[in-house]
């Protein structure tokens, strides 16, 4: 399974972006995708995660900000953020755990908000 993930940048706090990250490879048809980001000299950490069934979890600093959804017949994840904070700094990584509790990581992508 590939991972790739895109839509990172540097936006103004307040401002908002959109990840999107897509799957390749042998994908099972039960899955769970997710957005997990890690700040400079911080552990990673989850920011939210979607079932194949569309079951959604947030951590508690992005419930009311941001938005998980994927496309299961593209084998796609987007997260919407918006009301971004300085604090949501960070490298996000897309993640795919298949239907046998394998777990993939893309590449990552950089989200710097800053004025």
């Known amino acids: 399974v590939q991972l790739q993930a895109s839509g990172g940048g540097l936006v103004q706090p307040g401002g908002s972006l959109r990840l999107s990250c897509v799957a390749s490879g042998s994908i099972s048809s039960s899955n769970t995708m997710g957005w997990w980001r890690q700040a400079p000299g911080k552990q990673r950490e989850v920011v939210a995660f979607v079932t194949t069934g569309g079951r959604t979890n947030y951590a508690d600093s992005a419930k009311g900000r941001f938005t998980i959804s994927r496309d299961n017949a593209k084998n796609t994840l987007d997260l919407q953020m918006n009301s971004l904070k300085p604090e949501d700094t960070a490298v996000y990584y897309c993640?795919?755990?298949?239907?046998?509790?394998?777990?993939?990581w893309g590449q990552g992508t950089q989200v710097t908000v800053s004025s």
């Open positions: 993640t795919l755990r298949n239907r046998w509790g394998s777990d993939y």
